[in-house]
């Protein structure tokens, strides 16, 4: 299997929510002390930041097909039996997150009414966040049932 490339649209989304988040937080902290007095919006954007940065996370993840895996008993199938078996699950795994992604669909359209408490958007925006990462792994899973993926050897986790 060919390496991924370094950086991709998830990654650089993801790492601006966290490093927006950092500066949220330190708001909040300065805001706490008799220096200034912080902003009361910056509790719920920073929560709102958080949920969007794990979500688009979680697809730079699958992007990257570094999830957490037990492998031992697939390592003792040979390479076709263990193609196979990849494939079926590379099938669950995209029905399942087909159906969570309808679900996140129907969570936006929902809450698309429900107004937030301190910043000037509705619910629905913080509920597109499962339904966007649940988008881009399906584009990867897809992508990785259309290639040729190297089950030859599990991968081991690099530190």
Same mark, same amino acid.
């Given at each position: 299997m060919k390496k991924p490339q370094k950086y991709s649209v998830e990654g650089i989304v993801a790492s601006v929510f966290f490093i927006v988040l950092i500066?949220? =937080?330190?708001?909040q902290v300065f805001g706490r002390t008799p220096l200034f007095r912080g902003p009361v919006w910056s509790e719920e954007a920073a929560r709102w930041l958080w949920v969007w940065m794990a979500f688009i996370g979680i697809?730079? =993840?699958?992007r990257q097909d570094s999830q957490? /895996?037990?492998?031992? &008993?697939? %390592? &003792?199938?040979? =390479?076709? $039996?263990?193609?196979?078996?990849?494939t079926i699950i590379d099938l669950v795994y995209l029905g399942i997150m087909g159906h969570l $992604?309808?679900?996140?669909? /129907? #969570?936006v359209l929902r809450t698309s009414?429900?107004? #937030?408490? #301190?910043?000037?958007? #509705? %619910?629905?925006?913080?509920?597109? !966040?499962?339904?966007?990462?649940?988008?881009?792994i399906i584009h990867r899973i897809i992508r990785r049932l259309m290639g040729r993926r190297d089950v !030859?050897? !599990?991968?081991?986790?690099?530190l």
């Open positions: 500066g949220v =937080v330190l708001v697809a730079e =993840v699958e957490l /895996k037990m492998a031992f &008993l697939a %390592d &003792l199938l040979p =390479v076709g $039996a263990r193609r196979v078996l990849y $992604a309808w679900i996140g669909y /129907k #969570t009414g429900n107004v #937030t408490v #301190t910043l000037p958007t #509705t %619910d629905a925006l913080l509920y597109a !966040s499962g339904f966007v990462a649940a988008l881009l !030859s050897v !599990s991968r081991e986790p690099s």
